[in-house]
């Protein structure tokens, strides 16, 4: 599997995380370096979401 398809499918799969697991899913990393990936991603996740809801008025 090429580094785009890797790539294209950890977004994908990234699409689905629940939000109410985030704090477990850092918190089980195996470094402080992955939990910190982790939430940088988690992060850029619910900040799209946010813009979502905002341009589509349901805040």
Do not use: N, P
């Amino acid at each position: 599997m090429s580094k785009s398809e890797v790539l294209h499918r950890l977004y994908e799969e990234c699409q689905d995380i629940d939000f109410m697991d985030t704090h477990e899913l850092a918190k089980r990393a195996k470094t402080e370096e992955e939990a910190d990936f982790i939430r940088m991603v988690i992060g850029y996740l619910l900040k799209k979401r946010q813009e979502k809801a905002i341009l589509e008025k349901r805040f």
